[in-house]
């Protein structure tokens, strides 16, 4: 299953975006989420992310965006985008 994320993932969005994709995307192992269509991201978008992906039995993140990176690094958990 690929997941495609778009436009912002931000203190804003996140509330929304985690009540529809945690209850109906729990339990659904292999996915990717594909972070190409992210046009903003702060630290909410991050924190969802990655707790999406961990919701997702540990989801590969693909397209992560600079400004994901930039943030994942400030706050030392590069580790949880992995590696594209």
């Given at each position: ?44 978008g991050l924190a ?37």
């Amino acid at each position: 299953m690929e997941l495609k994320l778009t436009g912002a993932l931000d203190a804003t969005t996140v509330p929304a975006l985690w009540t529809a994709h945690s209850n109906q995307s729990a339990g659904k192992d292999g996915c990717v989420i594909d972070l190409g269509g992210v046009a903003q991201i702060d630290s909410a978008g991050l924190a969802f992310v990655t707790a999406l992906s961990r919701t997702l039995g540990g989801a590969r993140l693909i397209n992560v965006p600079a400004k994901a990176r930039v943030l994942a690094r400030a706050y030392d958990v590069e580790a949880l985008l992995g590696d594209s």
